[in-house]
């Protein structure tokens, strides 16, 4: 019988790990372009913002200063535990909602191909002057590592109004009028101050025989 021998279970804390944790928020879509201009897959980082940028980016991080932001290569640099859990802290999507909770919809934000002037502008009125961050200081709810963002809720379908039928009202029974009652016969008043002899009543007619 041959034993084969189980597989190394990495340490997630180790170098090997933290570098297959890193691995894993790179291939979050939040992720997949810089933090601060449209370059695609960035391997830079700064482990005190907790966000992903490219290059060109990091050179402008640098000079914000370490107390800023701290510029790590996920490639080429050694990380430690607290680093990388920053960075499953928070994310691009989270800091984009934090620095720039509150842009004024008259600021002109870089765009694709713009200079290096405009983007280190943006970045440094961003983590550095923190002009966009929530005036309220609420801060963005924290996500696990790879978890997706909430879909919206669906919107419920609005129930169709349910149609009363009316109840039919018998018609009311038709009212019979009676008729009113004769007035009575009034009977002849009697004079009793008149002593003349009443009026004999006609004598009979007698039927003649033939």
Request: proline share 13%; net charge positive; aromatic share 8%.
């Amino acid at each position: 019988f041959f034993v084969v021998p189980m597989a190394r279970r990495l340490n997630k804390n180790s170098p090997e790990g933290l570098k297959k944790r890193l691995d894993v928020l790179l291939k979050a879509p939040e992720n997949l372009i810089c933090a601060d201009c449209f370059m695609k897959q960035p391997r830079w980082a700064s482990s005190k913002l907790g966000i992903f940028m490219c290059i060109e980016c990091s050179g402008i991080h640098r000079n914000l200063g370490t107390h800023i932001s701290f510029v790590r290569s996920v490639n080429l640099d050694s990380w430690t535990v607290e680093q990388v859990e920053m960075m499953e802290a928070w994310g691009n999507e989270r800091a984009k909602a934090y620095y720039e909770a509150e842009v004024p919809p008259s600021y002109q934000r870089p765009r694709e191909g713009a200079g290096v002037r405009e983007v280190q502008k943006w970045i440094r009125d961003k983590y550095e002057f923190k002009r966009f961050i929530p005036q309220d200081g609420s801060v963005p709810e924290k996500r696990g590592a790879g978890e997706q963002a909430a879909a919206p809720p669906k919107p419920v379908p609005a129930k169709a109004p349910t149609q009363v039928t009316p109840k039919k009202t018998p018609a009311p029974a038709p009212v019979v009028k009676q008729a009113a009652p004769a007035p009575p016969v009034a009977a002849p008043a009697l004079d009793l101050l008149d002593f003349s002899d009443p009026t004999p009543p006609p004598p009979p007619q007698q039927q003649v025989q033939q």
